[in-house]
């Protein structure tokens, strides 16, 4: 759960940071790509616990669809990041937040 807190403090803050520094539109695409994604790996998750196939096949397909959109949405805007000195492109930073989304339970 806490990294699930950590992963989202950082976006927020980083994306925040990027509008501070003048990219507003890269800044918002940061945080709303990275939520996508984060929500995009939970709904992915609860797709496969659903009871019905055709449950499962349209939560499966809405999870694909928020993933799509944040991270197209971030690979668009250029965004990237700096944490400790490595340096990760946005869409890399998405897809932390999808495997965190699925792995992670949410309490």
């Known amino acids: 759960m806490w990294l699930l ?11 925040v940071s990027a509008m501070y520094r003048g990219s507003v539109y890269a800044g918002a695409a940061g945080i709303v790509g990275a939520v ?14 659903a009871a019905t196939s055709v449950r499962k096949l349209g939560r499966l397909l809405a999870a694909i669809t ?15 990041i700096q944490i400790l ?21 949410a309490t």
């Not at 807190?5 to 994306?15: N, T």
């Not at 928020?66 to 990237?80: D, E, K, L, P, R």
């Not at 490595?86 to 937040?97: F, H, K, P, Q, S």
């Open 66 to 80: 928020f993933a799509v959109v944040g991270m197209g949405i971030v690979y668009q805007s250029g965004y990237s």
């Open 36 to 49: 996508l994604c984060w929500f995009s790996g939970s709904g992915l998750k609860g797709s496969l616990l």
């Open 85 to 105: 000195g490595y340096g990760l492109t946005g869409v890399t930073w998405c897809a932390i937040g999808l495997v965190l989304g699925y792995i992670v339970p």
């Open 5 to 15: 807190a950590v992963y989202i403090v950082l976006s927020v803050v980083m994306g």
